[in-house]
């Protein structure tokens, strides 16, 4: 329903007045009003008692109470219009996000379950194959890799999309939570050893110093940056990737470095862009989304962090002096200041 | 894949209302496999819902005494047990706060991590999330990890194995140990540490900076270089190989040493 507040103005008006703005807004209306109607009420008392002579003493009272509470009343209603407005925008949002959450849970779990089968059944083909005894022909193994190696990919992009959804809304807020970033960081090189393996790349990874210890952050969003930069990293390496983990007095910084050809400086600033791909550049058909590194760029944002690329591009005489490399650096301590 | 370590048939509780699926048929192989007892928990009955598992565990926990649980976060299609895992999780921490539980979940990033449940949860217990989609490999490190008995011995593929105990290394022949005498001193130290890293997890390397000290003069790496070339040496002699560049120690460029097991 409009009430003749028109939306646009409604809109700019909510966004100008806080919360503490419109409840004295709309206090002072509803006192003014109550003003207004007492004054109207007692101005058969206040004036002149009514006479055909004399009716003009009574009117400017009566006009003038009429009128402070017609102010009154449209400020107090005008106030309360903004609020509920106001809420109903922030709720709203909120409420839309949890939806579409709750939504795509759901759907994830549908759309996982083909894929779960698939898996299952490889996994036992896998199993069979190796109780036989025999060799399996190498051809049966590469086709039976492949299959699995879906699996990862099938949960960034779910992840990816989850958190594209999340970050939509600006209402909501990284966890924080003791982490140990080692272990976040042990448990990526583990679910990507495989397929750096299966790719010929040597997948290493590191923390100096030894005993890291725990840092305050999100978790989640820790884990599905680095995933990305990872994953990321596994379709350009030339033969190997290098993850480490160190820290300064006030940040921990996770690089991410690859053997790769590496990105030309002109792109380097579009690698964060949404939906850029390398392949877009050269006019090829896209491989990716190009969501992966916009979503971990703009995740590191929320988490107080930043993500930097640097690379190298061979310049013909070495021609091994080549690589990209992202680093995040996050907070070691996410925590608002009082809550330390 | 190479075992490490032996896992002297530790139990682990299975709960999770697709254990007959192929799936999960492939962690419980994989469990075995790495010499794990898996005791799944099977509920009979025409209907059988979230509570039955619940009660079932709780009486699996106290019967068999598991090291671990391995935990479904989803049971069944309604949507009354549709995070069914998460209050069985809460039960379980609160009989035994300490007992390792790994969630077996698709929420495994998800928002409900956040959920009462998880927020309740000590600091003490020791919970962690693994994907559905996980690969029975990193199902089984995660779980290793989170029962985290650090091994008494670790084993580098087929060819060796480290007792950090007694300090001493043995070349494995025939399913007989032998020890390898040569091995004592800067050179196990070394290799224990490298061994350490191995097991925590395949890709760990051992930096530079943490093996300085067993390196002397002024140009530390040369002469690291030259202890680890001993050391392959001692170790390629028991079994009579000559280990490359390429194999058991390698030097990752500029950055430290890596172990491999060796191909047989």
């Known amino acids: ?340 | 894949m190479t075992s490490k370590g032996i896992s002297n048939g530790q139990k682990i509780l299975i709960v999770d209302d697709e254990h007959m699926s192929d799936l999960m048929r492939s962690v419980l192989r994989r469990l075995e496999t790495d010499g794990f007892r898996p005791i799944v928990v099977a509920p009979e009955g025409p209907h059988v819902g979230g509570d039955d598992y619940e009660a079932q565990t709780l009486f699996a926990m106290e019967e068999e005494r598991p090291a671990a649980v391995l935990l479904d976060v989803r049971f069944g299609e309604y949507d009354t047990d549709r995070f069914k895992g998460l209050s069985i999780l809460k039960k379980i921490v609160e009989r035994d706060s300490s007992m390792p539980v790994l969630m077996f979940t698709q929420y495994a990033q998800g928002p409900y991590r956040d959920t009462a449940v998880m927020a309740s949860l000590g600091a003490s217990s020791s919970v962690d999330f693994i994907d559905k989609l996980a690969s029975p490999e990193e199902v089984v490190l995660r779980l290793r990890r989170l029962i985290g008995t650090a091994p008494e011995t670790i084993r580098i593929g087929s060819l060796f194995e480290i007792d950090a105990e007694n300090a001493a290394v043995y070349v494995i022949e025939d399913g007989k140990r032998d020890l390898i005498r040569e091995m004592q001193g800067m050179k196990l130290e070394i290799l224990s540490e490298l061994a350490a890293a191995y097991f925590r997890s395949e890709g760990e390397l051992v930096p530079f900076s943490r093996l300085e000290r067993f390196s002397e003069g002024d140009d530390s790496r040369a002469s690291l270089r030259v202890r680890i070339r001993e050391l392959k040496v001692s170790l390629g002699n028991a079994v009579s190989r000559d280990f490359g560049a390429t194999e058991l120690i390698i030097n990752i460029r500029n950055r430290g040493y890596r172990l491999v097991p060796p191909v047989e």
């Open chain 1, 1 to 340: 329903m409009n009430y003749g507040i028109d939306r646009t103005t409604a809109a700019i008006w909510i966004k100008f007045l806080n919360n503490r703005l419109l409840k004295y807004l709309r206090n002072g209306g509803a006192v003014l009003a109550a003003i207004g109607l007492v004054l109207v009420l007692l101005s058969p008392v206040i004036g002149e008692p009514i006479s055909p002579g004399s009716l003009w003493w009574i009117e400017p009272v009566a006009y003038i109470g009429a009128g402070v509470f017609f102010l009154g009343a449209i400020a107090a209603f005008v106030s309360v219009q903004l609020a509920s407005r106001r809420q109903e925008q922030n709720g709203g949002d909120r409420s839309w996000s949890r939806v579409t959450q709750d939504y795509f849970d759901t759907f994830a779990h549908d759309m996982g379950r083909p894929l779960r089968r698939i898996l299952g059944k490889q996994r036992e083909v896998r199993a069979l194959l190796g109780e036989t005894g025999e060799a399996t022909p190498r051809m049966v193994t590469e086709l039976l890799d492949e299959i699995e190696q879906q699996a990862p990919n099938f949960r960034l992009m779910i992840e990816n999309v989850r958190v594209l959804v999340d970050l939509e809304d600006e209402h909501a807020r990284p966890a924080v939570e003791p982490v140990d970033a080692a272990a976040v960081i042990r448990n990526i090189a583990d679910r990507y050893l495989p397929i750096a393996r299966e790719r010929d790349l040597e997948l290493v990874w590191w923390c100096e110093p030894a005993e890291f210890g725990l840092v305050y952050g999100d978790a989640s969003a820790l884990d599905h940056v680095v995933t990305n930069l990872v994953d990321n990293a596994t379709k350009f390496a030339a033969e190997q990737i290098e993850i480490r983990l160190t820290r300064n007095d006030s940040h921990f910084l996770i690089r991410v470095w690859d053997d790769g050809l590496g990105i030309a400086e002109s792109h380097l600033v579009h690698v964060f862009d949404r939906g850029w791909t390398p392949e877009l550049s050269a006019r090829r058909e896209k491989q990716s989304s190009g969501l992966g590194l916009y979503i971990a760029s703009s995740l590191s944002e929320r988490c107080g962090g930043d993500l930097l690329v640097e690379s190298k591009q061979s310049t013909g005489g070495d021609l091994n002096e080549h690589h990209a490399a992202f680093t995040l650096s996050l907070p070691l301590d996410n925590r608002p200041t009082a809550a330390r």
